[in-house]
Every structure is written in C-alpha cells, then in structure tokens.
C-alpha cells in the first residue's frame, strides 16, 4: 500500500491525524490502529517525516500521551525509540519525550489470570528500558529519578532502577552523569550495604561496574578533571575503613564495591589496587588470627584476580610491582600456616600470583615451586595436598623448567626410595600422593616426557613386586597414566608420544605377566588381577581415542597381530620365554593370557572409526567364539565387549549382517541350556546394547529375546538388572568418547518400544517373576531425561506405586528414586496420588534398610511441593508418622526425617 | 521484618559458617546406631535465620556447639544462646525460634531447655522465665504474627 502512496501524502496523512484526531479518545483497537500507521510510515517514508522536524515529534507525544493498555504500549515505546535512533529532530521536546515515556516507571503491571495476549511485565519493562537509555538528552531528567527509585521499598523498583542505570552507563559519558555522581554513589552503597536479598546486591554491583566502566571510557579533555579518578577517591575513601575490620559485617560489602569498580577497566583497577593492595598487605601483618587473616587474603586474592584480567601491565607500570616482595611473604606465610582454612585460600592466591605476567622473578618462581613441593608431599590435610597439585598443573605450563627440575625431580626420587621404617599405610598413602602429582604436574609437553618414563619404572618394578600393596598400587599408577593421557589428548605431539611409550610397554608388561605365571606362581601375577587389568583399559583407551587416522592404523596393525599371532616384535625389552596365542592354546597358560582380551578390547574399541582394523572378520570369530565358551567371566564379559563394541563400528552391508546371523546362532543354543548361559546372556545384552546405540533394526528381535528371558527362573533377576546396563553411558565400550555410534535419543526409542511390553509382561507374568519386570522397568525410567519421563507418567504411574510394595531392596530404591525429581516437576498428575504416596512412603520409612529410609524420607520432603490443600489433610497424620524416624538409629536418616518434617511444619502456616 | 524498620545493631561482628559434616563410613553402615550429640543438635539449629539481619546464628555466634548440652541417654537437651548485644530486643524471638526448631525436630522423649547465656543479656530472668513456660510457648504459637516470625526464622534459606 505503502508504495503506491505519492509522495507528500504521508506528511498529509499524518498532519491530519495529529489535527484531526483525538487518539486518546478511541478504543484501543483504533489506537493501535493510529500507531501501526505511524509505525509504517517510520519505516517506509522516514525522510518525508523527517522533512516535518519537531512537529512530528510533537505530534507523536500527543497520541501518546495517557495510553493505558500494554499492547498498545509496546508499539508506541518501539516508535518514540525509533525516533531516538533514527534521530528525528526533538526540537524543544525532549522533555515532553521524557515525561510521556517515563511516567510509566516503574512498570507495576501483572497480566490478567488467563491472558490472551501473553504480554508479560519483563516485556514492558524491556521496551520502556530500550527508550530511556536510549540517549543521553534524557541523563538530566532520569537520573534523579532513577535515585529515587533506588530508595523505594519495593524490590521490583530497585531492581529495574539498578539495571535501567546499567543500561543508561553504555551511551552516556561523563557530562551526563557528572553532577549525579555523589548522589547515584550513596545509593548503591546503601543497596550494597544495607540488602537483605543477593539480587539487588548483584544489581547494585553491576551497575557501580558500569558506571565505572562509562567514566573510564569517556576522553578527557585538556582543561577538564577526571572524573572517574574523584569518582574513585570518594568509593576509596568510603571503603576502604572498613577493610580494616575483617570480622565485621561490612567488610565483605565494601570489598565487593572496590572489586566491582575495579573490574571495570584497567585504568579503574589499577587505581583501586594501588590504594587496597597495599593498605590488605598491612592488615594482613597486624591481624595475628587465622580467620582474620583469611578474610584479609581472601579480599587480595580478588583484587589480584582482578589484576589477572586486565591482562599484562607495562613493566614499570605495575600497582603490584612496589609491593611484590610483602605480596610474597604473605602468601608464602599463608600455605604454611597450621589453619587449613588459610592454606586453601593461600594456594589460590598462589596460583594467581604465579599466573601475572611480569611480577615474579626466577628466584621467585623457585621459592614458589618449593612451597608447592612442601604442600604436596609433606602437607597433611588432603585438601590442602589437591589443591596445591592442582595449582601446580595450572601453572606448570608457564614455568616448565622450574617444575621440571624441582617438582619432578623430587617426586621421582621419592618413588624410588621407600623408606623402611614407616608403616605400610602411611609408606602407600605418600606413594600414591607422588603418583597424583606427577599426573597433575603433567600439563606441558616437556614435563609430559619426564614424568610418563617415571610412572613406566614404577609399573615395571610393581610387576616385580617391589611396590607396597601389589594390585592397588597398580591401580595408582593407572589412574595417573589415565590422567596424563587425558591431558595430552589435545596436543597431537604429546599425543603420540605418550601412545608410542605407554601402550607398548602396558602390553609387553602384560604378557610378560602372562607367560610367567606357571613358571614362577607369586611373580608378575599382579598385573593379571581384575582390578589391575581393569585400571589399564582406561589408560590404553585414553591413550587411542585422539591418534590421527595413519598413526592409529600403523599401531592398530602391531596389536591385533600381537593377539591373533603372536608377534611380539614391536614390544619392549622382547625375550619372552614362550608364544602368546590368546585365542588358540586351549591349555592352561592361555587361560592366563586370554585375560588380556580386555586391553585389546580397550585397544580396538577406541579407535576412530576411520581406522581400518586388520583381519576384522577373523578377529570378530575369534572374540564371538571365546566369549560364549570361555568359563572365567571376566574373559567372557571382555570379549563380549570388544565384539559389541566392533559390531558397533561396522559399517552396514551384508558382511554385518552375516556376522549377526553367525552370532545370534551362537547364542540361542547356550542361552537355552549347559554351563554358559550367564556368558551368553552377557553377550546377548552387550549385542543388543551396541546395535540398540546405532539404530539396528535387528536390536528389536534382541529386546524381545531378553523380555521373554525376564521369566526365566533362573537368568530373570540377572535380566532385569541387564537393562541398567542397556540403559546406563559404559565408561570403557560403547561411549561416544571412544567414537562409537550412538544416536541422540536412544533411550527414549528404546522406552517408547519397550516399556508397554514391559508392563504388559508384568500383568502376565508368574508372581515370582514380576519383581524382574519391576527392576527392569525401574532401571530404564531411572535413565530416561526428565521432560520424557514426565509426559509419559500417567500411564506409568499405578506400575510405579506397585513396585514401591515390591519387596525387592533394588527396585524400591530406585523407584523412590523416580518418583522423587517428578515430585518436584510434576505435582500436578502427582496429586492425584497423594493418598497411595503419603502411606507407600511412610510405610518404607521403616525399612531396614538406611539408605530406602532415607530416600523415602526425601521423598515425604519432596511431597511439600505439591500444592499445600492437597497435603492439609495429611498433615497431622505425616507429622505424627514422622517423629518416629527422628529418634532412627541412624544420624543420617535423622538428619533427613527432620528437614522433612520442618517442611511439613511450615505447610500452611503463616511465613513459609 | 525486610526492609524498613530500625536495626539493633547495623554492622555485627559475624563468624565463618561451618561447612556440612562429611559422612563418616560408620555412619553408613546399616548396623551401628549413632547416639544424638552436641554436635548433631548444633546442626540443627545453628542454619536459623536471624530475624534482623541475612545471617544465621552461628554466622552472628548466637549459639556455639561448645554451648550445647545433650545427653541421649537421659534425653535431656540444654542450649544457650549469646544475643548479639545486651539490649537485644529480639532475645525473646530467638529463644523461641531455637526453642521451636528443637521440639520439632527431636524425639518426644527429649526435655528441651533452651535459655540466655547467664550474665549476656539485660533482661536475662525475664527472657528465660518466658521460654521455660510451657504455656507461654504454646499460647506465643496460637499468635499469627509470632508463628510467621519464628516460621521465616526456620525456613530454609533460599
């Protein structure tokens, strides 16, 4: 329509309307009418409007003026923003402006129950916010009324009056804000001071942070003061009192003001630190109490942050500089204080310390090293002892040659000399801690080298048992390794360096440990215990999960023909006494050996998908044979992995299809009878897991095979707790760490296609029989996302609150455990219920088991959230109940019998 | 009590707030009973609000484990409380907050005694005598006002 409009008829138009009409006089949908038609028009004809100067304006402001209803307000604060942005000429108006938009200021609007237009009061708070800050020409007439509102009882106005004046602090300079400076400064520092509520302090703060902000952005002219640094002077001067009183309420406040402003800008935080950094480091001296002096470094360490941001100083130009060496004792003074409270904060004032550019020198950075040093091997409380090997990761990367040659070599010489005298807890305790750190320190690339051939020395001399504790040492070590290989992951050359030092040796250890068991029974056997074998696989899979195609291929190839060959060219140190064949030698020697199929599992199930695998077939028969005959279920379970996880993998096609087929004929006969069916039931649910992740069509004819095996006499409870592991992220197989091919919503397909045949075999099922259904049924929703599990409730619902009568430990638990997050996300569907779940759990509040009490009792807790005259009723009957759990024998479940009962208390009752 | 209103005391000293208690593995097993101590009562009532300011009483050192006496066998307990200032006019309101929160949250064998720390406040008879009164408690509860104070008092903070 628009286009069509000669020009000069806009400008007619509008002049008309503007005489003609009494816009405040029509209905509202004429009104909306008028300002669409001015909206259009500012959009189309902007020049022509332009062309009538002020008039406009002053025309607008009459439409405008007395307008009540929110939808017309929206689009009328979208105009005269408009007209700001796309300056048309105010003329002589701008107060008029002003006084027509802010009159609504505060917004104190709350939208009608059931209200068909969905506007909310953020909507028009936002809209009227966008015209007042939209200009500085508005500073002089919002300003004192922004202070104002500040003073109001009400939060609402107090918190759009801090967040209106952040807003403002982006356009304005310092002209604008010159005069108000005092007042706007007493008010936030009331606000700050004076609060009850830690919104209005966050408000507060931020808008002294912008303030700051806008006053050092403003350019200074020649002649003119700066503002911000009086602006400072007076926040100081204020402030800084009350630093000196580190056990009174104020402190903490003032501190955050200081902090606030100072954060705003370089030039703000170095004037602030300047002043406090010092006048802290003084207190810190005089206040001989630990809690004190925590509070003290506590405030330093922020401003230090602080310092941090603002990125590097010019050398001579540094507030820190004058007064680094006091900043150093103290500090150093903290970490070695018998307080642990003080400690902890001391190392985090260690590592920002260490983490400024330009303030420490070597002889520093030493000094530093060495308290590191002392925390973690000397430093008794445990706390204290991460925190520091945290620091030192941290700050290994910038000073690797101080780590280096201090920490590591300390650390190494510790693990090589077990003093004799002390006893073997404490002699492991320390061992442990120098592993830990060696893994922590391990951040930079050429610490990387010096601390993996550490942590290789201390495998080779567990397997020869010249640690303390055999097997759990072991597992020490793996945990560090694991560590390391999860920080080298994202440096390609570390990377590779740690696959080519680590894997190799793991394997060659291992089998090693394999071939020497008959020989020499008590030797070696260490690294073949399940607990050994199973702390390895995270590190072998850590160590292949982020290789690049061609190096993983070249490495794939030297282990798969190391287990389906027997070459053992590529490992370490190779005179080996015999041949390894895992999957032939059906003797007594391969028994051993074949344990080693969970590294190679670890191995080949962590490759990248592009990674060709040679021999697959071969290998995958092998894996499908050992899995479903081998007696030792660890082995079994280990290869039933590694086949899932490479079926997982395979690409589509007839070859897989194949290989399915070959398997499920495997499994059928040993799931019907003989001595391996646990093995095949172990096989059939990793299978059914791997092709379940990826969206197989034959995971369905899988899933039925494991519902009909739910009445099984004696495989049922073992299914039903299958589904856990359907449902449950595997930490070593099957992960999408570890590239396999998992869907988004796997859980939810696999609850929509399961859970009606679960209940219906329920219903169906012998009476012995239905506690599997429940447990399977209880494990798939306790792993289902939130929002599905709610939508689907009320079908599931009566299930539910049957399987609380469940004798079963595991299913009432994790039943509770269901209900209780929908208690909190979907009272409305659980209110009907009430009468069922008030009894069901008051009755399991006298479990004999602590942890069914505890979580039935959070569950009465979480009752509370359902709307108060649903629960009136029960009340009495809930409070009676519940003083019976506060005398329980347990702390534990006292603890959660009287915050359930302090809920139940306060229902209903005035001042909840 | 937010907002307005005149403030006893603007600016109190306040004390760190002990962090939760970390589970012991004895207390997680099944078997062994745990007595109720001091310690457990401190739990209870030191996360009170008080009615002036955003702070617990253990941030204000109104009450201190140190202050608790419990015997689990006799089921007797017995607080003290230190009002921040001698002219405390919320003495009374604290007594009963704390005084509340334990008959709610004890077994009823327990005798709850909850009274001013001697010698900190002035109208320390007068305070104590009132939270003894069995009576006086229950007919301060009947009072709307007073029941919303004290429920405020024993809200978890959000």
């Known amino acids: 329509m628009c286009e069509v409009l000669a020009p000069g008829l806009a400008v007619s138009v509008l002049r008309a309307v503007f005489q003609e009409v009494h816009v405040q006089s029509l209905l509202q949908l004429d009104r909306h009418t008028v300002y669409s038609i001015i909206r259009n028009f500012m959009r189309t004809r902007e020049e022509e409007l332009k062309g009538l100067g002020a008039d406009f304006t002053f025309g607008f402001i009459q439409v405008m003026d007395g307008e ?144 700051s902000a806008c006053l050092s952005r403003s350019v200074l002219s020649s002649d003119g003061e700066d503002l911000l640094d009086s602006f400072l002077t007076s926040l100081l001067q204020d402030c800084r009192h009350h630093l000196c009183e580190p056990d009174m309420k104020l402190v903490w406040p003032s501190a955050k003001l200081l902090q606030a402003a100072a954060g705003a800008s370089r030039r703000a935080g170095h004037q602030i630190s300047a002043s406090v950094v010092p006048l802290l480091l003084e207190q810190y001296n005089q206040h001989p109490q630990s809690s004190q002096r925590r509070t003290i470094l506590e405030m330093l360490l922020g401003f230090l942050e602080l310092q941090q941001k603002h990125g590097p100083e010019e050398a001579d130009d540094n507030p820190l500089l004058g007064s680094k060496a006091t900043l150093c004792s103290v500090v150093f003074s903290a970490v070695t204080d018998p307080s642990v409270q003080l400690q902890l904060v001391g190392i985090r004032t260690l590592a920002v310390l260490g983490a400024l550019r330009g303030l420490l020198n070597p002889a520093d950075v030493e000094l530093l090293v060495d308290h590191l040093t002392r925390l973690i091997l000397h430093e ?31 650390l190494s010489e510790e693990l090589q000399t077990a003093p004799q005298e002390e006893p073997l807890q404490s002699q492991h305790s320390r061992w442990r801690r120098c592993l830990q750190a060696l893994a922590a320190v391990s951040t930079h690339s050429g610490i990387v080298r010096d601390t993996v051939p550490v942590l290789l020395q201390c495998l080779r001399r567990a397997q020869k048992g010249n640690v303390p504790s055999g097997a759990h040492s072991v597992v020490s070590i793996c945990q560090s390794l694991q560590r390391v290989a999860v920080q080298c992951q994202q440096d390609p050359g570390s990377g590779w360096y740690f696959h080519q030092a680590v894997v190799p040796c793991l394997l060659g250890l291992a089998v090693q440990a394999g071939m020497q068991e008959n020989s020499s029974p008590a030797l070696g056997k260490v690294l073949l215990e399940e607990e050994a074998l199973t702390a390895m696989v995270p590190v072998i899979s850590a160590a292949c999960t982020h290789l690049s195609p061609e190096l993983a291929a070249q490495s794939a190839s030297h282990v798969v023909l190391l287990f389906l060959d027997g070459e053992l060219a590529f490992l370490p140190d190779n005179s080996f006494p015999r041949s390894f064949q895992p999957f032939q030698n059906r003797q007594c020697p391969a028994l051993a050996q074949r344990r080693l199929v969970s590294l190679l599992m670890a191995f080949v199930c962590s490759l990248p998908r592009n990674v060709p695998i040679p021999q697959l077939d071969r290998l995958l028969h092998e894996l499908l044979a050992l899995s479903c005959s081998c007696d030792c279920p660890f082995t079994a379970t280990a290869a039933a992995k590694c086949f899932a996880g490479l079926v997982n993998k395979h690409p589509p096609g007839s070859q897989l299809d194949e290989l399915l087929e070959a398997a499920v004929n495997r499994l059928e006969p040993d799931l019907a009878e003989g001595p391996h069916r646990h093995q095949a039931l172990a096989l059939l649910l990793w299978v059914t897991k791997a092709l379940l992740l990826r969206y197989h069509p034959l995971s369905a004819r899988l899933t039925d095979k494991l519902l009909a095996l739910l009445g099984d006499v004696a495989l049922g409870p073992a299914v039903g707790d299958g589904f856990s592991l359907l449902m449950a992220d595997s930490p070593d197989v099957l992960c999408k760490s570890c590239h396999a091919d998992v869907r988004l919503m796997f859980r939810q397909r696999f609850f929509t296609e399961s859970v009606p045949r679960l209940v ?19 494990h798939v929703l306790s792993h289902l996302p939130k929002p599905v599990l709610v939508t689907e409730l009320p079908t599931l619902l009566s299930l539910l609150l049957e399987a609380l009568s469940c004798p079963d430990c595991v299913v009432q638990l994790s039943t509770l455990r269901c209900l209780q997050p929908l208690l909190h996300d979907a009272p409305d569907v659980m209110s009907l219920h009430v009468d069922t779940l008030v009894s069901k759990f008051l009755s399991l509040t006298e479990s004999p088991a602590m942890v069914i009490r505890i979580a039935a009792l959070q569950c009465l807790h979480a009752l509370t959230h359902l709307p108060p005259p649903v629960l009136l009723p029960y009340k009495p009957q809930v409070i009676r109940a519940l003083a019976k759990p506060l005398d329980d024998k347990k702390r534990l479940v006292r603890k959660e019998a009287v915050a359930a009962r302090g809920e139940w208390f306060l229902l209903g009752s005035p001042g909840r | 009590m937010k907002g307005g209103g005149k403030v006893d005391n603007v600016n109190p000293l306040i004390y760190r707030r002990s962090g939760e208690r970390p589970v012991t593995a004895r207390e997680e097993d099944d078997e062994l009973p745990d007595t109720i101590n001091d310690h457990e009562i401190f739990d209870l009532i ?53 005084k509340v929160k334990l008959i709610r949250s004890l077994p009823e064998r327990f005798k709850v005694d909850v009274h001013i720390t001697p010698g900190t406040h002035a109208s320390e008879h007068t305070v104590n005598k009132q939270l003894a009164d069995k009576e006086r408690v229950a007919a301060a509860l009947e009072n709307t006002h007073l029941l919303e104070v004290v429920n405020q008092c024993l809200s978890a903070r959000s």
């Open chain 1, 760 to 778: 219906k075999g329920f219903h169906a099922a012998a009476p012995d029989a239905k506690a599997n259904y429940l447990k399977g049924l209880s």
């Open chain 1, 68 to 211: 009540k209803d929110p939808r017309n307000l929206l689009v009328a604060f979208q105009i005269v923003r408009d007209l700001i942005v796309q300056e048309y000429t105010l003329g002589p108006f701008v107060e008029e402006l002003f006084e027509v938009t802010s009159c609504y200021f505060p917004i104190d609007f709350t939208p009608p129950p059931n209200d068909p237009h969905g506007i909310q009061r953020e909507d028009l708070i936002v809209g009227l916010r966008s015209v007042l800050a939209s200009t500085p020409l508005f500073a002089e007439f919002l300003l004192p009324l922004l202070i104002e509102k500040m003073d109001s009882d009400l939060q609402s106005a107090k918190l759009d009056s801090l967040q209106t004046l952040r807003a403002c602090c982006a356009v304005y300079g310092q002209r604008e804000l010159k005069e108000f400076l005092p007042s706007l400064w007493s008010s936030l520092r009331r606000e700050v001071f004076q609060t009850a509520s830690e919104k209005v302090e966050a408000e507060g703060l931020s808008a002294l942070q912008a303030l």
């Open chain 1, 380 to 410: 008794e409380d445990s706390k204290s002892c991460e925190a520091a090997m945290e620091v030192a990761g941290a700050l290994a990367p910038l000073y690797p040659e101080a780590f280096s040659g201090r920490l590591v070599q300390v």
């Open chain 2, 46 to 98: 030191r996360s009170i609000n008080d009615p002036e300011h955003p702070l617990t009483l253990e941030e204000l050192n109104v009450v201190e484990q140190v202050r608790v006496k419990v015997t689990d066998a006799e089921s007797t307990v017995a607080v003290e409380f230190t009002p921040t200032i001698p002219h405390c006019s919320m003495a009374t309101l604290i007594g009963l907050s704390i």
